[in-house]
């Protein structure tokens, strides 16, 4: 089955009993055992709800995995796979990871020992000079937020596997879509299906999946014991948000494209970062490893004030954190997702006080080009 077909008949589809054609939500904390001790394959929705599991075998199709897993949120499900590590292992990190990522390793899980060395994961030298006798995984994303750099995931899986390593790989930005990390040698792939996978800016939700039965067994574990599940009602929300994840993604492909190409003759434009574009250091390794670009395109505008008249005159973008629905969304890293990074370290990463980004929606592409324009006069 290719990606699309899965997207609308992959994993649980339908009900049985009724014939009824979406997946009923399950809005039920416990279930009538037959004898004691006897149930049938439920006892307890945080251990297994159908209509979580019904999610859960969708995003393993997706994927290319055995198993897939739903989570409250994005964090929920990067927490729970960092607790298959114990204290006193160390993890090598992309050094531009989303925010929160940042704040949940340097801040919490710092205290439980659980050690990590951010570098620059498109540069595989320096990947492998950051692993010690304690590393236990790499982590990566790709592409990043906001400056979209690329890595190279057959490299890190090379890596991984000369080490012994864990590969984990947040795909929030490609989706299972444009890329799926377990076929280029990943050992746990994770979402944050808040973003593209749900869509429409009305849930908040994680998602992971694995490929292999211990590392399966072993999530399972640490989502059932910490507890950070999906509620049947948002696990139903992402299904039906999944059934339009390949449609939505080619209109926002094709609306990025011809977003970054008005961009390209803007005068008051400087830079354009768009793994899209030849001139992107990634291009190569995205075409590679990608089937599409994604949505995400940052850009600057010259300053910080520059960037903040932008935002206050455009209509169609909305302005705020958050990206990958249907709407685009517009905003400005340095004041915004990324204020809690001291300047010099943004400096160092390259955000600068005028760049813009934008992800971009299905809106009418010429609208949206149209709307860029008078706002940047
Ligand atoms: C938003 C985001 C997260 C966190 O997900 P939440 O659903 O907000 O908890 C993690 N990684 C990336 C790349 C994100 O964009």
Redesign the pocket.
């Known amino acids: 089955m290719r990606s699309k077909t899965k997207m609308i008949h992959g994993g649980v589809t339908g009900d049985e009993r009724t014939g009824a054609v979406s997946v009923p939500i399950y809005q039920v904390s416990t279930y009538k055992q037959d004898a004691v001790g006897k149930h049938r394959g439920y006892e307890y929705s945080r251990t297994g709800n159908p209509t979580r599991e019904a999610l859960e075998s969708v995003i393993a199709e997706l994927e290319n995995g055995n198993s897939g897993f739903a989570f409250g949120?994005?964090?929920?499900?990067?927490t729970s796979i960092m607790m298959l590590f114990n204290s006193g292992d160390h993890v090598v990190m992309t050094d531009d990871?989303?925010g929160?990522?940042y704040r949940l390793v340097t801040n919490v899980l710092d205290r439980f020992n659980l050690n990590h060395t951010y570098t620059d994961t498109s540069k595989p030298k320096e990947v492998e000079a950051a692993i010690n006798e304690n590393t236990k995984a790499l982590y990566i994303?790709t592409p990043?937020?906001p400056l979209l750099k690329i890595t190279d995931l057959n490299k890190m899986a090379e890596i991984a596997k000369k080490h012994n390593l864990l590969l984990i790989v947040?795909n929030?930005?490609a989706t299972p879509y444009w890329q799926q990390p377990l076929d280029l040698g990943a050992d746990i792939v994770?979402?944050?299906?808040?973003?593209y996978i749900g869509g429409h800016s009305d849930v908040?939700?994680?998602l992971a999946a694995v490929n292999s039965d211990k590392l399966s067994g072993d999530l399972h574990f640490i989502q059932n014991s910490a507890g950070g599940v999906l509620g049947p009602q948002d696990s139903w929300l992402l299904m039906r948000g999944i059934k339009t994840l390949a449609l939505r993604m080619e209109a926002i492909e094709h609306n990025t494209a011809k977003l970054v190409e008005f961009l390209q003759k803007h005068e008051k434009v400087t830079n354009i970062y768009y793994p899209g574009l030849e001139s992107h250091a990634g291009h190569e390794t995205a075409k590679q490893q990608a089937t599409g670009f994604g949505g995400m395109v940052s850009f600057d505008v010259g300053s910080g004030e520059e960037a903040e008249k932008v935002l206050s005159r455009v209509q169609y973008y909305t302005l705020a954190e958050?990206?990958?629905a249907v709407e685009s969304l517009i905003s400005v890293p340095a004041k915004m997702t990324h204020a809690s990074i001291p300047a010099d370290r943004r400096a160092e990463l390259g955000i600068t006080d005028g760049l813009i980004r934008v992800s971009v929606g299905i809106e009418d592409a010429d609208d949206l080009i149209e709307d860029l324009e008078q706002a940047l006069k």
């Open positions: 949120s994005g964090m929920a499900a990067i990871v989303y929160g990522t994303e990043t937020n947040d929030t930005f994770l979402h944050s299906a808040t973003k908040v939700a994680g958050s990206l990958g």
